[in-house]
């Protein structure tokens, strides 16, 4: 197993990679990538490391000047488990195939060799890049040779995957833990990375793919839509991401526009006020009351739109103090404090657009000011480049006094550089689909139903609605 890709172009995937990981992520401050190859020796070697600077604007590259993964890389002899030394993490990605995320390493089992040594780690995700065994042609070849584990056993040979290359990705001590958002970010952007990796190994070993497409239509339609499959859930990732970063840009919009009136926050006021209310009403503690208790906390956290937080409010706040109040009854002074507070909260969601507060906000021109509010308070499902175009080209405009502006400005610019890319991908891969065994659409028809091709936007809708929920 060798996946033949330039080291050129592999650092660079690397590096847009670990770029997209760590402006993506809070905490994370530290990426790098390792490289699995030439098994049985599977000689795991560094291949770039980044770090950003702590306003997340700048990554610095290179490789430590001591390690033992720099290269020439480090054979599997050398780090696999075994019974006379420390325990590597890097041995459990590769032989399991499965991540590892150190949330203290002063006992992390499988930091030892770090706490004998006394050099003590970040808390750091390690994730495997997987690519199929089929994707790369090795059950072609009946002298490919796995390595074994320390017992004598051969790794890989029970499972669909190989190991490509490891992600290792730093945070801030104690700020990740196993089976959080973090770690599912990571996991899918590895997919694509294993994707990435497969698609310029296939771009250099074209003549090879193509004498397979001749020998086996059918299994060359079954690797071009698991690839396809692969693109569409990573945009769902990217266009979910976008929305983040907007609802990120449009409380900061707000509070922009409180500041320059010297005004509080009235959404945040108004949801204390409830909180308040419902903390000193009287009754025995229930399920209704701490659920209503959640939806307020967790209403300032959603980075919704206007129309849609003011469904979500009607919903899972308005409608679950209607309830309360038929089974705890309140005096009609109290009952009127709550649904001034729920009017107030509702007024409060469109501030950031209206209109006498953005005439009166001198510093952005009229129609800057009505382009910025259109697009960040947009209510689309759907990846539209043309605006995200628009967004960008006025986050490049020094008046606008958001904090981290161009922090988000270069986010948005690699989200739609990749979503296009995407979308490029989608299309070249359904024609090839349908040309591929010459028949137009037959090659499409002969898969099951589930393994059909969504179209991103559809699957970025999916995938947004889904979170909502």
Same mark, same amino acid.
């Given at each position: ?285 229930? =399920? %209704? +009351? ?6 307020? *906390? $967790?209403? !300032? ?97 020094? =008046? %606008? +006094? ?6 988000? *400005? $270069?986010? !948005? ?57």
């Amino acid at each position: 197993m060798s996946l033949a890709i330039e080291k050129a172009v592999l650092e660079s995937a690397c590096r847009e990679m670990i770029e997209t990981i760590l402006l993506c992520l809070p905490n994370a401050f530290k990426g790098t990538i390792y490289r699995v190859d030439k098994s049985p020796a599977l000689i795991t070697e560094r291949v770039t490391s980044g770090i950003i600077d702590r306003r997340k604007s700048e990554i610095s590259w290179g490789l430590p000047e001591k390690s033992e993964y720099n290269p020439p890389g480090k054979p599997w002899n050398d780090y696999r488990d075994d019974p006379a030394r420390p325990l590597e993490a890097m041995a459990w990605c590769v032989e399991k195939q499965k991540s590892w995320t150190s949330e203290d390493p002063r006992s992390d089992s499988r930091s030892v060799r770090l706490q004998v040594e006394g050099q003590w780690e970040d808390s750091h995700h390690m994730e495997p890049v997987l690519v199929r065994k089929s994707d790369l042609q090795l059950d072609m070849y009946s002298s490919f040779e796995y390595a074994k584990d320390y017992h004598g056993n051969y790794i890989w040979s029970d499972t669909d995957y190989v190991v490509v290359a490891v992600i290792k990705i730093h945070f801030q001590p104690y700020t990740i833990r196993t089976g959080s958002m973090e770690t599912v970010i990571i996991k899918k952007l590895s997919r694509s990375l294993g994707t990435e990796l497969l698609s310029y190994h296939l771009r250099q070993n074209s003549m090879r793919a193509m004498q397979q497409l001749a020998k086996d239509r059918i299994n060359a339609c079954d690797i071009l839509a698991d690839s396809l499959r692969n693109a569409v859930a990573k945009g769902a990732l990217v266009f979910s991401l976008v929305k983040q970063e907007i609802g990120y840009l449009r409380e900061k919009w707000e509070q922009l526009l409180l500041d320059d009136r010297h005004e509080k926050n009235e959404k945040v006021e108004a949801v204390n006020r409830l909180i308040q209310i419902l903390t000193h009403m009287e009754g025995d503690e229930s =399920d %209704l +009351k701490r659920e209503l208790l959640v939806a307020h *906390r $967790k209403f !300032l956290d959603l980075p919704l739109p206007p129309e849609k937080a003011e469904r979500w409010v009607a919903l899972q706040i308005e409608e679950r103090w209607r309830n309360l109040i038929e089974k705890y009854p309140i005096d009609e002074e109290r009952k009127g404090l709550i649904w001034g507070s729920v009017a107030a909260l509702k007024k409060s969601l469109y501030f950031g657009k209206d209109t006498e507060i953005l005439k009166a906000y001198s510093v952005l021109p009229d129609d800057v000011k009505q382009e910025w509010t259109g697009l960040i308070y947009n209510t689309s499902d759907h990846f539209d480049g043309k605006e995200l175009a628009g967004m960008i080209q006025i986050l490049s405009n020094p =008046d %606008l +006094k958001i904090p981290n502006r161009e922090r988000s *400005r $270069k986010t !948005l610019i690699q989200l739609k550089a990749l979503a296009e890319t995407l979308g490029q991908l989608e299309k070249n891969t359904n024609f090839l689909l349908r040309q591929v065994l010459n028949g137009g659409g037959e090659c499409i028809d002969l898969l099951e139903p589930d393994r059909r091709s969504l179209t991103l936007q559809q699957a970025a809708g999916l995938a947004s609605e889904g979170k909502n929920r």
